[in-house]
């Protein structure tokens, strides 16, 4: 027999249990595949991160941080001319059921003020915040992994970064 206590207690459960789902719900909205960051060297004070991030239903990725730099912004490299130029993003579009591929030359999270050499087989914490289509915004942790200091660098061309950063 049910007291109205214990149906009291059982209602708040099934509260938080609804909660939690939402909350699921929202972050399983995006996924993310094949996180990694660029390894450095001593003394090296930036870096890329790379992923490829889909959006169920459209979202935007307005934000990112980690514990292991100063600052953190998603960033487009493109081809201007004869120049490869790259600036900071304010937000970076996931267009409902498309693949949105952050990698070198292209869209990336850039790692700036990197406080220690980010070594090969070792993670990187990352904190995407995302504004769902209701116009919410969640943040979706990510676990990169550390790759060689070598991997996936473009071929060696005159690239700008625009003046608008020292890296």
Known sequence: MMTSRSIRCSARVAVLAA??????????????????????????????????????????????????AGTAEIHEMKMEGNVMRMRALPSLDLPKGQAVQLKPGGYHVMLMDVKQPLVKDTTVPLTLKIELADKRVVEQKVDAKVRDLTAGNMPAKHHDHGGEHQH
């Not at 972050?27 to 991030?53: I, K, N």
């Not at 959006?55 to 941080?65: D, L, M, N």
């Open 19 to 68: 909660g939690l789902l939402a909350g699921t719900a929202a972050l399983a909205q995006v996924t993310v595949q094949d996180p990694w960051v660029r390894g450095t060297v001593p003394g090296q004070t930036s870096s890329g991160a790379f992923m490829t991030l889909q959006s169920a239903e459209g979202a935007k990725v307005v934000g990112v941080s980690t514990p292991v």
